[in-house]
Every structure is written in C-alpha cells, then in structure tokens.
C-alpha cells in the first residue's frame, strides 16, 4: 500500500506562483512513476506532470515554461512549483503514484487562481 498527502495549495492572484508537495510513504520502493493530476469543476481529470523512478519528467503543453515537477528521495516527496499562474490552472490537483499492481491517489489539494 502507498499513502499520498498533498499540501500546498490555496488562492492566488494571476502571475502568481504556489508549490504543492506530495509526501509518499508505505510501499515506496514499488512505485515506478509520480505525477499531478488536476481536476477543474465540470471538468475531468487531466494530467499534468509526472517524474519517473530514473527522474525522468514530462508535462502537458498548457503548463510547460510554467510548471516545474521534482523530487526530494530522502523526503520521499514529490514537488509541483507552479509559476505565472492563470486562473484556467484553478482546480483540484491530485497526487498520483503508479506502481505495477495499481495506481494510487491522494485526495487533493485546492488551487484558486483569481483576482
């Protein structure tokens, strides 16, 4: 079993920048893959960053130039900074681990982004 708690989240005004954390414990060793997902209301979830177990990244094209995944191994935490934020980033955003059994999700952490 993996356990995810984000944090990190809250309102902001645009041009803004926030860093969500994403903290892992249980089964670490067997998670291949971390990333952020959001969720807008009315929306679906979407994808928007993940890190590999080699630290390999990839991110949607809405958030490139603004988004930044990374990861702290001794911390077991995975970071989302977030800069030049625009109000369509507003959403839940939703920590996610994959392993080769099943996929893990935290229970989200809120962005606001408003003036």
């Known amino acids: 079993q993996v356990q995810l708690v984000e944090s990190g989240g809250g309102w902001v005004q645009p041009g803004g920048s926030l860093r969500l954390s994403c903290a892992a414990s249980?089964?670490?060793?067997?998670?291949?893959?971390m990333g952020w997902y959001r969720q807008a209301t009315g929306q679906v979830r979407e994808l928007v960053a993940f890190i590999t177990s080699d630290d390999n990244t990839s991110d949607v094209d809405s958030v490139k130039g603004r988004f930044t995944i990374s990861r702290d191994n001794a911390k077991d935490t995975v970071y989302l900074q977030m800069n030049s934020l625009k109000p369509e980033d507003t959403g839940v955003y939703y920590c996610?681990?994959?392993?080769?059994?099943?996929?893990?999700w935290g229970k989200g952490t809120l962005v606001t982004v408003s003036s």
């Open positions: 996610n681990a994959e392993t080769s059994t099943r996929s893990y």
């Open positions: 249980g089964s670490i060793i067997s998670i291949y893959s």
